[in-house]
């Protein structure tokens, strides 16, 4: 059962636009999300995180919003990079498993010059 | 600081047979946790240790068994392996308990034959 969904497999964008990364999520005891980001052949890297007292997180071109609502949280990447171009995951902590964490399938992102 | 380190990097098997897997946590952290990522998903939660422990497991068979060293280094072993246990291996070091960012090795791309 997905508790953590990634519904564009990906998304192309042109350097300097914005980038939006979805992520919609079914457990509603969730209340801490992250965001990684993966490079081929390396692992996954922590970008940015969110907690659920909050409906926006800000680090430099990144941005992270969340409506709890909805049960939904999006990440801007602005300007765009082709640096950035990777697959970027949504991830939950499970407070009642050791904080393992559920992954979305992931959104290959690819920023064109 | 090395951060996650994972050996080896690929690995070829056969069917049947049984692979063990090792990481060495970053600095200063003492617990690690094994994810498993099929082609095209995100990663998946396998188990968590803790003090040399089993702490916590996701929804996998038997056949996936591990092991934490004093040195908090830890081994993923899979018995009978089977087609379907081709995947990227990661592993994830954290504090206990802290709720912290998890940091990911590179990790080990098993393919079974």
């Known amino acids: 059962d997905q508790q953590v969904k990634q519904n564009s497999p990906s998304l192309s964008v042109q350097e300097g636009r914005i980038s939006i990364l979805n992520c919609d999520y079914t457990?509603?005891?969730?209340?801490?999300f992250l965001w990684y980001k993966k490079y081929p052949a390396e692992g996954p890297t922590f970008l940015i995180s969110?907690?659920?007292?909050?409906d926006k997180n800000e680090d430099g071109r990144f941005t992270v919003f969340l409506n709890k609502s909805a049960k939904h949280l999006s990440l801007h990447i602005v300007p765009s990079q082709p640096g950035d171009s990777a697959v970027y995951f949504c991830a939950a902590p499970n407070s009642n498993s050791g904080y393992a964490l559920n992954f979305g399938k992931g959104t290959s992102l690819l920023v064109t010059p | 600081d090395a951060g996650v380190t994972q050996s080896p990097t690929h690995l070829i098997k056969t069917r049947g047979q049984q692979v063990t897997l090792r990481c060495s946590p970053k600095s200063g952290h003492d617990t690690v946790s094994w994810y498993q990522q099929a082609l095209g998903q995100g990663p998946q939660f396998i188990f968590q240790?803790?003090?040399?422990?089993?702490?916590q497991r996701g929804n996998f068979p038997d056949r996936f068994s591990g092991h934490q060293f004093p040195n908090y280094s830890s081994e993923l072993n899979v018995n009978a392996l089977l087609l379907g246990d081709s995947a990227l291996y990661l592993c994830?070091?954290?504090?206990?308990?802290?709720?912290?960012?998890?940091?990911f090795g590179p990790g080990t791309r098993l393919t079974v034959l």
């Open positions: 240790y803790y003090e040399e422990e089993e702490r």
């Open positions: 994830a070091s954290s504090r206990w308990a802290g709720g912290d960012e998890q940091f």
């Open positions: 969110i907690s659920s007292i909050k």
């Open positions: 457990n509603s005891m969730f209340d801490y």
